[in-house]
């Protein structure tokens, strides 16, 4: 058997394979002599078939039989020979039909994990934003709950301004474009709020109770229908009923309907702890994707397809599972999943890149979970609740894929501590994240 390697990338390759003739008539024979024995044709018992009329009506059986053979026992072998490890099935790119006496070829690609020698990863210049508290955030945040417990109030006179829901019928046409043709009666619909397409909004507003109006917009850049970018639509729409939001007194009474609030001043101090952790958190979170991309940046690396698209295929099912928990879709937020797919496909590059190098930095500095790691880990689990506590720890110790995992997970929050740890790390403002550090 002859075996040719060639190196496409550095994580992928070319594996041709040739079969000595003899070996393929002796699979030619062994394929055609089992069919013989299954075969059923006419004027003959099974298994009773003359072995030339077998090899006359069986053929294609035979071939897919002994390709498919010979391929599963020299395929594997070669790689082992060649001490190659594929991080996915073998993609055949090239294959001949077995013939007897002609040697059998094929050639298959595969991708291979990247060989990964760290270099800089200590003194990494990395940005951190500084935490600022925003008065303005917390009452916004009053003002959506307000919002939210809104009564509507019918508007009998007067015309649609903005913070109306309105109750209309329409239609919706693109010139040209049939198939985009659509059409609602009841809908209710909120002016004000930004989620109209630009031009809808300001159609509606001025409109009177019983109005029929035909409003011109634009289709924006990011429509599905990539065609449509840019066309003009006509919405028709008849205003049936306008109602006007009466929110509620800011009061202590208001506040204690949402919780463990006595007054409005207590609920203001505390949505404002709780939104101090959520931003610190944020920070934080943040500050950890900035020092992967730093240690990405230093240690540049090409990953395999395979593995991109699995973390990509990782991401749209986490993605499906919290839209389907809000009753919403994909097609809601005008995607599909190979647009998704291509949208997302350079953000998990980037996650498998940090992954492995992450990886590396472990082996490299020998980072190690302790006993007292895994103890913390399930502390914090349980959330201060002793029996949780008791439960969770006989979880991971009767499931070992789940330890493992959390080890894995612990390891590399170790790496990254020990990133930030020997970083250089400039905290600055919000709206200078983006701008160079000094010295870059």
């Given at each position: 058997m002859?075996?040719?390697?060639?190196?496409i990338?550095?994580?992928?390759?070319?594996i041709?394979?040739?079969?000595?003739a003899?070996?393929v008539n002796?699979?030619?024979?062994?394929?055609?002599?089992?069919?013989?024995?299954?075969?059923t044709?006419?004027?003959?018992r099974?298994?009773?078939a003359?072995?030339q009329?077998v090899?006359k009506?069986?053929r294609?059986?035979m071939?897919d039989?002994?390709?498919r053979?010979?391929?599963e026992?020299?395929?594997?072998?070669?790689?082992?020979?060649?001490?190659?490890?594929?991080?996915?099935?073998?993609?055949?790119?090239?294959?001949a039909?077995?013939?007897?006496g002609?040697?059998?070829k094929?050639?298959a690609?595969?991708?291979i994990m990247?060989?990964?020698?760290?270099g800089e990863?200590k003194?990494?210049q990395?940005?951190k934003?500084r935490?600022?508290?925003?008065e303005?955030?917390?009452?916004?945040e009053?003002?959506r709950?307000?919002?939210?417990?809104?009564?509507?109030a019918?508007?009998?006179?007067?015309?649609v301004?903005?913070?109306?829901?309105?109750?209309?019928d329409f239609?919706?046409?693109?010139?040209?474009?049939?198939e985009?043709?659509?059409?609602?009666k009841?809908?209710?619909v909120?002016v004000?709020?930004?989620r109209l397409?630009?031009?809808?909004?300001?159609?509606?507003?001025?409109?009177a109770l019983g109005?029929?109006?035909?409003?011109?917009v634009?289709?924006?850049?990011?429509?599905?229908?990539k065609?449509?970018?840019?066309?003009?639509?006509v919405?028709t729409?008849?205003?049936?009923?306008?109602?006007?939001?009466?929110?509620p007194?800011?009061n202590?009474?208001?506040a204690?309907?949402?919780?463990?609030?006595e007054t409005?001043a207590?609920m203001?101090?505390?949505?404002?702890e709780m939104?101090e952790q959520q931003?610190?958190e944020?920070?934080?979170t943040d500050?950890?994707?900035?020092i992967?991309?730093?240690?990405?940046?230093?240690n540049?690396l090409?990953?395999p397809?395979?593995?991109?698209r699995r973390q990509?295929?990782?991401?749209?099912?986490?993605?499906?599972?919290r839209?389907?928990?809000?009753?919403?879709?994909?097609?809601m937020?005008g995607l599909d999943?190979?647009?998704?797919?291509?949208?997302?496909?350079?953000?998990?590059?980037?996650?498998?890149k940090?992954?492995?190098?992450?990886?590396?930095?472990?082996?490299?500095?020998?980072i190690a979970?302790?006993?007292?790691?895994?103890?913390?880990?399930y502390?914090?689990?349980?959330a201060g609740?002793e029996?949780?506590?008791?439960?969770?720890?006989?979880f991971?110790?009767?499931q070992?894929?789940?330890?493992?995992?959390?080890v894995?997970?612990i390891k590399e929050d170790?790496?990254i501590?020990?990133?930030l740890?020997?970083?250089?790390?400039?905290?600055v403002?919000a709206?200078e994240?983006?701008?160079p550090v000094a010295?870059?």
């Open positions: 002859q075996v040719k390697i060639e190196e990338s550095s994580v992928k390759r070319r041709s394979v040739e079969v000595p003899e070996r002796t699979e030619i024979e062994k394929s055609f002599a089992g069919i013989q024995k299954k075969a044709l006419a004027g003959f099974k298994g009773k003359p072995l009329m090899k009506f069986y294609n059986a071939q039989e002994v390709m053979r010979l391929y026992q020299t395929l594997f072998p070669a790689l082992d020979e060649h001490k190659l490890e594929p991080v996915d099935a073998p993609m055949i790119d090239d294959i039909l077995v013939e007897e002609t040697p059998f094929y050639s690609l595969i991708e990247p060989q990964i020698l760290l990863y003194g990494l990395v940005k934003e935490y600022v508290a925003d303005k955030a917390v009452e916004g009053i003002e709950m307000r919002e939210n417990m809104a009564q509507l019918p508007v009998e006179e007067g015309t301004e903005k913070g109306m829901v309105l109750t209309v239609s919706f046409a693109v010139p040209g474009y049939p985009e043709e659509t059409s609602g009841d809908a209710s909120e004000g709020n930004g397409l630009p031009g809808l909004e300001e159609g509606l507003l001025g409109m109005e029929t109006k035909d409003i011109t634009t289709m924006p850049d990011d429509n599905p229908n065609e449509l970018a840019g066309k003009p639509g919405f729409v008849t205003l049936k009923e306008i109602k006007k939001k009466e929110l007194e800011l202590d009474e208001f204690q309907q949402f919780g463990d609030f409005i207590d203001r101090t505390k949505l404002a939104r931003e610190l944020r920070i934080k500050l950890k994707t900035r992967i991309d730093a240690l990405i940046e230093k540049p090409e990953v397809d395979s593995m991109v990509t295929d990782f991401m749209l099912e986490n993605l499906k599972n839209l389907k928990g809000q009753n919403m879709s994909l097609e937020m999943e190979d647009g998704f797919r291509q949208r997302f496909w350079g953000e998990a590059a980037q996650k498998v940090g992954g492995l190098l992450v990886m590396a930095l472990v082996e490299q500095e020998n979970v302790e006993e007292a790691d895994l103890e913390a880990r502390t914090q689990i349980a609740n029996d949780m506590l008791s439960r969770i720890k006989e991971y110790a009767a070992a894929n789940a330890r493992n995992s959390m894995a997970e170790k790496a501590a020990f990133l740890e020997n970083a250089v790390v400039t905290e403002e709206a994240l983006n701008a010295g870059e």
